[in-house]
């Protein structure tokens, strides 16, 4: 007996769109697990300069690395600190 040509089809077309469908999803996963936040902060969402420093996510004015360089910074604290004793 000859097998069934058209099921063997049918059955290989529906792994071929189950495949497409998991590749889709999985692509859309990583997407969202991997995608950038929407909008940069600004340096009024930190108390100082360290935290914008530490969350890179701030726009950096003049480009030297250094995030919002208007609000306080606890570092130079303890560099005073330290340079008293």
Same mark, same amino acid.
């Given at each position: 007996?000859?097998?069934?040509?058209?099921?063997? +089809?049918?059955?290989?077309?529906?792994? $071929?769109?189950?495949?497409?469908?998991?590749?889709?999803?999985? +692509?859309?996963?990583?997407? $969202?697990?991997? $995608?950038?936040?929407?909008? +940069?902060?600004?340096?009024?969402?930190?108390?100082?300069?360290? $935290?914008?420093?530490?969350?890179?996510?701030?726009?950096?004015?003049?480009?030297?690395?250094?995030?919002?360089?208007?609000?306080?910074?606890?570092?130079?604290?303890?560099?005073?600190?330290?340079?008293?004793?």
């Amino acid at each position: 007996m000859r097998p069934n040509v058209r099921v063997a +089809a049918v059955t290989d077309e529906r792994r $071929a769109r189950l495949r497409v469908a998991v590749s889709v999803v999985g +692509a859309l996963l990583l997407l $969202a697990i991997v $995608a950038p936040p929407a909008s +940069a902060a600004t340096c009024s969402d930190y108390s100082n300069q360290a $935290a914008a420093q530490r969350a890179k996510d701030t726009r950096d004015g003049d480009g030297d690395g250094i995030y919002c360089e208007s609000l306080p910074c606890p570092c130079l604290k303890r560099l005073f600190h330290n340079a008293r004793r």
